[in-house]
């Protein structure tokens, strides 16, 4: 089953009545959705108690939790080794709490180094952290390495093949397709990226439309924009055909959850 649902809280949630992401779970249902992204991408804040109620309550609604790691977090910078083990460790743990396995990691950025030498710091620090979670005993996650907006953001989506291949049974790729629409300036082949994931029996997925420029990626937009979005017929179509333990998470603006619902209903249209 394919799990569709936002990244963070929509507006509407709040239009409802409600106030904190304890309460997403349970909203989330309601709307017909079954997935819910929780984003430490500013900092970790969350205590453990609210960990477990929000686990509580998404196991209690069926739906499944993920977390965004911290944007700081960059393993092209082997200095950051120590800190950047720390939050993902940390963010490991609360996302277990939630009852969730998948947490979504930026690799880096290449800085003042060539690509080549970013790339190599990336692998270098993944198997280390891969490697220490196992000694801490920690076993039971997937992180899930995004493929990114930028062009001076480690995260093509060959790159990101290449180091998801360093440990199959705990990396799969965060494929955002709008990110990768805003590399492509516009010109996303998304047969090619559907045949390069064939290798992956479960990717995670972030969809949503975003403007850019030259540089890349500048900002959210929603799925009714008609300038910066991809055909997401086919993303669905293509998403049929693949064994179909994908989650999609939407990063529209503001309007995730309601543009969660319009991905849902894209795929449910496709016949097998
Ligand atoms: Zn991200």
């Known amino acids: 089953m394919v799990r569709f649902g936002p990244s963070g809280n929509d507006i509407k949630f709040y239009a409802d009545?409600?106030?904190?992401?304890?309460?997403?779970?349970?909203?989330?249902?309601?709307?017909?959705?079954?997935?819910?992204?929780?984003?430490?991408?500013?900092?970790?804040?969350?205590?453990?108690?609210?960990?477990?109620?929000?686990?509580?309550?998404?196991?209690?609604?069926?739906?499944?939790?993920?977390?965004?790691?911290?944007?700081?977090?960059?393993?092209?910078?082997?200095?950051?080794?120590?800190?950047?083990?720390?939050?993902i460790k940390r963010s490991l743990e609360l996302l277990a709490l939630m009852g969730g396995k998948r947490l979504v990691v930026h690799t880096g950025c290449q800085m003042q180094m060539t690509r080549e030498e970013a790339l190599n710091n990336c692998h270098q620090s993944l198997r280390i952290i891969l490697k220490r979670l196992q000694n801490d005993g920690i076993d039971d996650y997937w992180l899930c390495l995004e493929t990114m907006g930028k062009y001076t953001q480690i995260g093509n989506l060959d790159e990101i093949c290449t180091l998801c291949a360093i440990d199959p049974k705990h990396l799969m790729p965060t494929v955002d397709l709008g990110h990768m629409n805003c590399t492509a300036q516009g010109q996303l082949d998304l047969e090619r990226v559907f045949q390069q994931l064939a290798i992956f029996p479960q990717v995670h997925f972030h969809i949503s439309f975003?403007?850019?420029?030259?540089?890349?990626?500048?900002?959210?937009?929603?799925?009714?924009?008609?300038?910066?979005?991809?055909?997401?017929?086919?993303?669905?179509?293509?998403?049929?055909?693949?064994?179909?333990?994908?989650?999609?998470?939407?990063?529209?603006?503001?309007?995730?959850?309601?543009?969660?619902?319009k991905l849902r209903d894209f795929y449910l249209q496709q016949n097998r």
């Not at 904190?20 to 017909?32: C, K, Q």
């Not at 453990?48 to 309550?57: E, N, P, R, S």
């Not at 196991?59 to 720390?86: C, D, R, T």
């Not at 890349?216 to 086919?234: K, M, P, S, V, Y």
């Open 17 to 87: 009545g409600n106030q904190s992401s304890v309460d997403a779970p349970r909203w989330l249902t309601a709307m017909g959705l079954n997935a819910y992204e929780i984003s430490f991408g500013r900092g970790i804040r969350m205590t453990d108690k609210t960990a477990q109620i929000i686990g509580k309550q998404a196991a209690a609604n069926g739906v499944q939790i993920s977390v965004h790691a911290p944007y700081y977090i960059n393993l092209a910078n082997s200095a950051n080794l120590e800190k950047n083990y720390h939050y």
């Open 210 to 261: 975003i403007e850019f420029n030259l540089k890349g990626e500048i900002r959210h937009l929603t799925l009714a924009d008609e300038q910066f979005g991809f055909d997401l017929n086919l993303v669905m179509k293509l998403m049929r055909q693949r064994p179909g333990d994908d989650v999609v998470i939407c990063e529209s603006d503001s309007i995730m959850a309601q543009d969660s619902l």
